[in-house]
């Protein structure tokens, strides 16, 4: 500050310079957590942390932060805790950790594994949003510039009901407000610094949390990166749609080689795509209920399968599909439970204009050319069509990863993503300047797909800090093969980021 001219230093420099010192201030404030044995999960322990609902201006109330603590295996051997959080938006950490998601043995050994439910989610202060704007009628593809109009209105609403229900947190739900919160956590922990496995929209709260605060990182592992810095719609609709179109051909790929794939010896991707015109043309059936599949069922479908992945239940509903038969494995949509934060969280996050119908038709249109199969990422179109018409502003709007003086972080990514496409890690890693471990398989969460090659490097890093050489892949595990030598974690059930 010497070095500025007063007469220079205007008001509003001084604000602009305050805020950012306030970013970057330590989270000293915070209470060290009472633990308490979880009431729906007895031998894991439970606690909560209190947080400004806006950083910048502490006095405006807070929002309780819910924690869910499994304890180091091997006390004497306990090197800290490790902060795991599992994507979404609107993923409990908490939840799945009390549901017993944790990483491998050699981690839970040696570290105390906490899960923590962001700010608006699960058992923490919730944004709640009213149920009738929720569940109202709304066209999910407009077919004209009238329907766009419905589709915003319907955004619009469910918005303002998340306002006037929650109250100011409604507005805060972005992800470097997250961020702030995580390390109000690490303090309360007891920790110096922070050890951090973030998976799918959990990787841009440890992104954030590296621009933050650098100096306050032990070791972070960012599983299946979001990429922040896509300024278009189209730019991101492109990139998730190319992806799952990509998956698709390795689903095919894999009939054809797997004598027990239900399609096996059928042409895949003419059994698909006569699949989607009669979806277009309105007259594709349910087996089983008898309801109509839309070419966005179609597009969930894929998407939800591919996540694991379980091509071996996709190949038999496609099958039930074009056979008119029925079978027990049939899982057209989704049966978990909505995710009201879902739009509270992304559009705070992401500024995605798409002015009128005759822009988002020439996207779908686009998207269905270079995805003949798939047509369209459910995800992606979800989330793009999702702020059309949202009422609160972005606060937290897209640009390069820029972090400096952070020691080296580990990025993970399978090569093969339907969610969080590999480039998104790999420019991620380009922006950040750290080391990608690539899985050459399929599939949503490197870590948890039965590859002891990527388990055991990311563990080695969590461990000793040791990164794997830059450019290291780990071969591909096929889908239905045998459990791997080391015991093989499993990733929470989720069809989002």
């Known amino acids: 500050m010497a070095g500025i001219s007063k007469r220079l230093l205007t008001a509003a420099a001084a604000t602009a310079v305050l805020g950012s010192i306030l970013a970057a201030a330590p989270a000293s404030a915070a209470e060290s957590v009472a633990w308490k044995p979880c009431a729906d999960a007895p031998d894991v322990d439970c606690g909560t942390v209190t947080v400004p609902i806006d950083w910048g201006h502490p006095e405006r109330g807070t929002a309780t932060i819910a924690l869910a603590r499994r304890k180091a295996t091997d006390p004497a051997a306990r090197i800290g805790s490790i902060l795991m959080d599992p994507g979404g938006p609107g993923g409990p950490g908490a939840g799945a950790v009390k549901e017993g998601w944790q990483l491998s043995p050699e981690i839970t050994k040696r570290f105390d594994t906490v899960g923590f439910d962001p700010r608006g989610v699960g058992d923490s202060t919730q944004i709640k949003c009213g149920l009738a704007e929720l569940i109202a009628d709304h066209p999910v593809v407009p077919r004209n510039q009238a329907e766009f109009e419905q589709l915003a209105e319907y955004n619009r609403k469910l918005g303002e009901s998340c306002n006037r229900l929650t ?30 496995y973030g998976v799918s929209y959990g ?80 007259t594709l059936k349910d087996p089983i209920s008898g309801e109509q599949v839309t070419p966005m069922d179609l597009a969930s479908l894929f998407q939800s399968n591919f996540y694991g992945p379980t091509w071996d239940g996709l190949a038999k509903t496609l099958k039930s599909f074009a056979d008119g038969t029925t079978t027990a494995n049939v899982r057209l949509r989704d049966e978990t439970a909505v995710n009201t934060v879902f739009q509270g969280v992304f559009c705070d996050d992401w500024r995605l204009p798409v002015h009128n119908f005759a822009e988002l038709e020439t996207y779908r249109r686009a998207a269905a050319a270079l995805a003949p199969d798939v047509k369209v990422n459910s995800l992606g179109w979800r989330a793009v069509t999702g702020c059309i018409g949202w009422p609160n502003r972005t606060s937290n709007p897209q640009h390069p990863l820029q972090i400096h003086g952070a020691p080296p972080l580990l990025l993970l990514s399978a090569r093969h993503d339907p969610a969080t496409p590999y480039a998104w890690s790999q420019a991620a890693a380009r922006q950040s300047g750290n080391t990608l471990l690539t899985y050459d398989g399929w599939g949503h969460g490197a870590y948890f797909k039965k590859s002891d090659c990527v388990i055991k490097a990311t563990d080695d890093y969590l461990i000793t800090g040791k990164l794997p050489a830059r450019g290291t892949h780990c071969p591909a595990v096929e889908p239905d093969a045998p459990e791997s030598r080391i015991a093989v974690p499993e990733m929470p059930s989720k069809t989002d980021f």
């Not at 100011?168 to 951090?196: H, N, W």
């Open 167 to 196: 109250g100011p947190l409604a507005q805060f739900g972005d992800t470097k407000s997250v961020a702030r919160d995580m390390d109000a956590i690490r303090v309360a922990l007891g920790e110096a610094k922070l050890t951090y």
């Open 203 to 282: 990787t841009l709260m440890g992104q954030q949390y590296a621009e933050l605060f650098p100096d306050r990182i032990r070791a972070l592992v960012l599983d299946s990166n979001m990429d922040h810095s896509q300024y278009t719609a189209w730019e991101f609709l492109n990139s998730e749609t190319q992806s799952v179109q990509a998956e698709f051909t390795e689903f095919a790929a894999w009939c054809d080689r797997t004598p027990r794939c239900a399609l096996h010896g059928r042409n895949v991707s003419k059994v698909t795509r006569d699949l989607q015109d009669r979806a277009a043309r309105g």
